[in-house]
């Protein structure tokens, strides 16, 4: 599987911007799709997800209100949209995908399997 992220970029605080996220290959396999980001000096940790087929959608404390996860199927793609930005959301963007279906575990990175090349969310004050 290969995944993709698009989007990232610089926003003033209150601004909005969405993240794209295309997997190819092996996507038959897959259980759902999270966002995690990772800020300089700081752990990973997990912004959001979805499961392919039923829908059910995750969202960090941090980000519930002001983030929305979306998913294509046809198009294999995850959408992550994100409004009322804070300084504090900036950090790298990972998207990731997850095979097991174990939804105990969708907010933890370890349970993923496959991870994009991350794209940086800048947000100024």
């Known amino acids: 599987v290969q995944l993709q992220a698009f989007g990232g970029g610089l926003v003033q605080a209150g601004g909005s911007l969405r993240l794209s996220c295309a997997a190819s290959?092996?996507?038959?396999?897959?259980?759902?799709m999270g966002w995690f980001r990772q800020a300089p000096g700081k752990e990973r940790e997990f912004v959001a997800a979805?499961?392919?087929?039923?829908?059910?959608?995750y969202y960090a404390d941090s980000v519930k209100g002001r983030f929305t996860i979306s998913r294509d199927n046809a198009k294999n793609t995850v959408y992550l949209q994100m409004n009322a930005l804070k300084p504090e959301d900036t950090a790298v963007y990972y998207c990731?995908?997850?095979?097991?279906?174990?939804?105990?575990?969708?907010?933890?990175?370890?349970?993923?399997?496959?991870w994009g090349q991350g794209t940086l969310v800048t947000v100024s004050s």
């Open positions: 990731a995908t997850k095979s097991s279906e174990n939804r105990w575990t969708i907010k933890y990175g370890d349970s993923y399997d496959y």
């Open positions: 290959g092996r996507t038959g396999f897959n259980y759902g």
């Open positions: 979805v499961t392919w087929r039923a829908g059910g959608i």
